[in-house]
C-alpha cells in the first residue's frame, strides 16, 4: 500500500474533486458519513458522552460533519472548538453552519476558558489538527491535549492524532494526542511506523474516501507499506520437475568460540525458507555443534579452532550470509578484507561483518553492489552516524543505500528496506522478536531466499515479511516473553502456508455465499 505525502494528499483532494466532479464538501461528507457509520457500528445505541474537539480547518469541519450525524441519530454529543486561529476554512464554516442550523451550539475554548469535563467512560473525537499542522501548537492548546490524555476516555483520532507531523517529530510531547484509534484516510502515514512518533499511533484503520483511483494507480510514492497483498506478488512456487539444485545454495559463515549458535540459526532460517542446499563456514570449534543440530548442512571449517582466520572454502555457493557470530579478532578482520577483496559472489551482510566494516571504512568500496545490509539500530548508527531524528535517520540511510548501490535493511519494529531511493514497511512482526538470535534467522531467510532466485530487494522485503509472520504465529503458543530465535526459525514453514491462507467467513456468511 503506498503511503503519500501530505503534499501529495493534498493533491489526491485536487484531482478527485475535479475528475468526479463534486465539491470539496461533498468530499468532506463522505468522510463524515463514513467516520459515523464506524462509530455507529460499535456503539449499538450505547449512549456514551461524546466529545467532539475540533478545529478551525477541514480536520475540524470533518469532526463537525460527524457530530451532526451523530446528533441526528441521537447520541450524547458535546462540541467544542478549539479557537488556535482567526482563519477558518468554507468547509469548517459550512459544517459549522449546519449544526447551529440544528439548535446544536459548540463550546468556543480559547487561552481564557476552562478545560472542560471528560470522564474516563466518555469518548473523545479528536478533530483539532489534521495533517494541515505545520508548527508546534500553542501552550493553551498543549494543556487542552493533556487534559484530553489524562482523562483516560477512549480517544478516537481523525485521519491522524492532533499534534503529529507527517514529517517530523514532536517538539513538545504535551502537545499531541495520544490516540487510542486512529481512522485515517485513503492511506496510512509515514510518522505512524517510526518509533518516535508511532508511540502515539496506538491502532490505526483506513478510511477508504473514495479517492481517484487513476491518482492513486498513477502517483509514485517513496514509501509502500509491505502486508501479504504486496508479497504475494514475488512469491515464486515450487516447480514440479524441479530438484535441489534449482533452488541454489546458502553459504553461511561466521561464528566464533561462544557463538555457533548464531550460524546455527542463520543456516535454519536459510534451510527453511527454501534453500536448495545450505553450507556453513565456521571455525572448527562449530563443526560438532553445527553437524549435531542439524543433519542437513554441510560443513566446511577454518583452520583455526576458534575463529575464522582465512574465508577458504571448496563450493560455489550463489549466496553468502557473512556475519552472525563471527567476531572482531584482528586476523578475522584480516581475513574479511582479503576476502572482500577478492569475492564475487553476492553478499547478505549482517553483525560483526557489519561492525568490521564500520570500523574500517575502507572496506565499503568492496562491497559488491546490490548487497544486502541488516543492520540493528546500533550497527546502523555505527555505518551512517547519529542521527537527530527518525525522519533524518530515514534520509541518512537512504543516501548511504544509494550511494553505496545497497539495500539496507533498517531493523526495528517496523523494519524498513531501502533501496534506489525507495522504503517499504514491513508490518509483521510483534515485540516478542526482539530477542537473541531474531536476526541471525532474518540473515538466513534473506540469503535462503536470494538463492532461489529472489531478486535481492525482493528477497530482503519477502524474508524480513515472512521472518516477522513466522514470530506471529510462534507468539500465539509461546506468548511474547517465551519466544525465541528458533522458534522463529521452525515457523518459517508456517509463515509461507499463512500467506496462502484466505480470510475465515463468518459462518452467517458462509451459508448465505452455499
Ligand atoms: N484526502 C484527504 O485526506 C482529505 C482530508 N480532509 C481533512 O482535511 C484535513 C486537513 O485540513 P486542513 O484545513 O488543510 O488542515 P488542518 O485542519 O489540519 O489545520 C488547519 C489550519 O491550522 C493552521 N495551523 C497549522 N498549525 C497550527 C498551529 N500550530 N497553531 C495554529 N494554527 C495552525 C494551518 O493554517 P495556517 O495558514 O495558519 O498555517 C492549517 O491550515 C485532513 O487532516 C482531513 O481531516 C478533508 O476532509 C477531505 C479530504
Ligand atoms: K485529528
Known amino acids: 500500500m503506498k503511503i503519500f505525502t501530505g503534499e501529495q494528499i493534498?493533491?489526491?483532494?485536487?484531482?478527485?474533486?475535479?475528475?468526479?466532479?463534486?465539491?470539496?464538501?461533498?468530499?468532506?461528507?463522505?468522510?463524515?458519513?463514513?467516520?459515523?457509520?464506524?462509530?455507529?457500528?460499535?456503539?449499538?445505541?450505547?449512549?456514551?458522552?461524546?466529545?467532539?474537539?475540533?478545529?478551525?480547518?477541514?480536520?475540524?469541519?470533518?469532526?463537525?460533519?460527524?457530530?451532526?450525524?451523530?446528533?441526528?441519530?441521537?447520541?450524547?454529543?458535546?462540541?467544542?472548538?478549539?479557537?488556535?486561529?482567526?482563519?477558518?476554512t468554507d468547509e469548517f464554516l459550512t459544517n459549522l453552519k449546519r449544526l447551529k442550523d440544528r439548535n446544536v451550539w459548540p463550546n468556543f475554548l480559547s487561552k481564557e476558558t476552562e478545560l472542560p469535563t471528560i470522564s474516563r467512560e466518555d469518548i473523545v473525537v479528536d478533530a483539532i489538527f489534521g495533517i494541515g499542522l505545520n508548527r508546534t501548537p500553542d501552550d493553551w492548546v498543549a494543556s487542552l491535549m493533556?487534559?484530553?490524555?489524562?482523562?483516560?476516555?477512549?480517544?478516537?483520532?481523525?485521519?491522524?492524532?492532533?499534534?503529529?507531523?507527517?514529517?517530523?517529530?514532536?517538539?513538545?510531547?504535551?502537545?499531541?494526542?495520544?490516540?487510542?484509534?486512529?481512522l485515517t484516510f485513503q492511506s496510512?502515514?509515514?510518522?505512524?511506523?517510526?518509533?518516535?512518533?508511532?508511540?502515539?499511533?496506538?491502532?490505526?484503520?483506513?478510511?477508504?474516501?473514495?479517492?481517484?483511483?487513476?491518482?492513486?494507480?498513477?502517483?509514485?510514492?517513496?514509501?509502500?507499506?509491505?502486508?501479504?497483498?504486496?508479497?504475494?506478488?514475488?512469491?515464486?512456487?515450487?516447480?514440479?520437475?524441479?530438484?535441489?539444485?534449482?533452488?541454489?545454495?546458502?553459504?553461511?559463515?561466521?561464528?566464533?568460540?561462544?557463538?555457533?549458535?548464531?550460524?546455527?540459526?542463520?543456516?535454519?532460517?536459510?534451510?527453511?525458507?527454501g534453500s536448495g542446499l545450505v553450507s556453513a563456514f565456521l571455525p572448527q570449534c562449530g563443526y560438532i555443534p553445527m553437524q549435531s543440530a542439524m543433519p542437513e548442512i554441510m560443513v566446511q571449517t577454518d583452520v583455526n579452532e576458534n575463529t575464522i582466520t582465512d574465508f577458504h572454502f571448496n563450493l560455489e555457493p550463489t549466496v553468502i550470509g557473512v556475519g552472525p557470530g563471527l567476531g572482531k579478532a584482528s586476523e578475522t578482520v584480516e581475513a574479511f578484507t582479503k576476502f572482500l577483496q577478492n569475492n564475487k559472489i553476492p553478499l547478505v551482510i549482517d553483525a560483526d561483518a557489519l561492525n568490521i566494516i564500520s570500523e574500517n571504512k575502507d572496506l565499503l568500496k568492496l562491497i559488491p553492489e546490490d548487497s544486502v545490509l541488516t543492520p540493528h539500530p546500533k550497527e546502523l548508527e555505527r555505518l551512517i552516524g547519529v542521527w537527530d531524528s527518525d525522519f533524518d535517520k530515514l534520509e541518512k540511510a537512504k543516501l548511504f543505500s544509494l550511494e553505496l548501490k545497497c539495500v539496507l535493511v533498517i531493523k526495528g519494529a517496523h523494519t524498513i528496506v531501502l533501496y534506489k531511493g525507495k522504503g517499504f514497511i514491513n508490518t509483521s512482526g510483534n515485540p516478542g522478536m526482539a530477542t537473541a538470535g531474531s536476526g541471525d534467522v532474518l540473515t538466513g531467510v534473506i540469503t535462503g531466499l536470494?538463492?532461489?532466485?529472489?531478486?535481492?530487494?525482493?528477497?530482503?522485503?519477502?524474508?524480513?515479511?515472512?521472518?516477522?509472520?513466522?514470530?506471529?504465529?510462534?507468539?500465539?503458543?509461546?506468548?511474547?516473553?517465551?519466544?525465541?530465535?528458533?522458534?522463529?526459525?521452525?515457523?518459517?514453514?508456517?509463515?509461507?502456508?499463512?500467506?496462502?491462507?484466505?480470510?475465515?467467513?463468518?459462518?452467517?456468511?458462509?451459508?448465505?455465499q452455499a
Open 10 to 88: 493534498y493533491q489526491a483532494d485536487k484531482f478527485t474533486i475535479e475528475k468526479q466532479q463534486i465539491t470539496s464538501d461533498e468530499l468532506m461528507e463522505r468522510v463524515a458519513v463514513q467516520l459515523f457509520n464506524w462509530l455507529h457500528l460499535r456503539l449499538q445505541g450505547a449512549q456514551p458522552k461524546i466529545h467532539l474537539f475540533c478545529g478551525i480547518g477541514n480536520n475540524g469541519g470533518d469532526g463537525l460533519a460527524v457530530a451532526r450525524h451523530l446528533q441526528e441519530h441521537g447520541y450524547n454529543i458535546e462540541v467544542y472548538i478549539v479557537n488556535y486561529n482567526e482563519k477558518r
Open 146 to 182: 493533556t487534559h484530553i490524555n489524562n482523562s483516560e476516555a477512549f480517544v478516537l483520532a481523525v485521519d491522524v492524532p492532533s499534534g503529529l507531523f507527517l514529517d517530523k517529530v514532536v517538539e513538545n510531547p504535551n502537545a499531541i494526542i495520544h490516540a487510542n484509534h486512529i
Open 188 to 273: 496510512p502515514k509515514l510518522a505512524f511506523f517510526l518509533p518516535q512518533t508511532g508511540i502515539y499511533c496506538n491502532q490505526w484503520e483506513i478510511i477508504d474516501i473514495g479517492i481517484d483511483v487513476e491518482f492513486l494507480t498513477v502517483t509514485e510514492t517513496t514509501y509502500t507499506l509491505i502486508s501479504k497483498n504486496e508479497v504475494l506478488q514475488s512469491y515464486m512456487p515450487r516447480e514440479k520437475f524441479a530438484h535441489k539444485g534449482t533452488y541454489g545454495h546458502s553459504l553461511i559463515i561466521g561464528g566464533s568460540y561462544g557463538k555457533i549458535g548464531a550460524t546455527i540459526l542463520a543456516a535454519k532460517g536459510a534451510l527453511n525458507s
Open 450 to 512: 536470494i538463492a532461489q532466485g529472489y531478486p535481492k530487494v525482493l528477497a530482503a522485503i519477502f524474508g524480513v515479511y515472512l521472518h516477522g509472520s513466522a514470530g506471529d504465529l510462534a507468539v500465539e503458543k509461546l506468548g511474547y516473553q517465551s519466544l525465541t530465535a528458533s522458534s522463529i526459525a521452525n515457523t518459517i514453514g508456517g509463515a509461507f502456508i499463512e500467506l496462502f491462507k484466505r480470510p475465515e467467513v463468518p459462518q452467517q456468511q458462509e451459508q448465505q
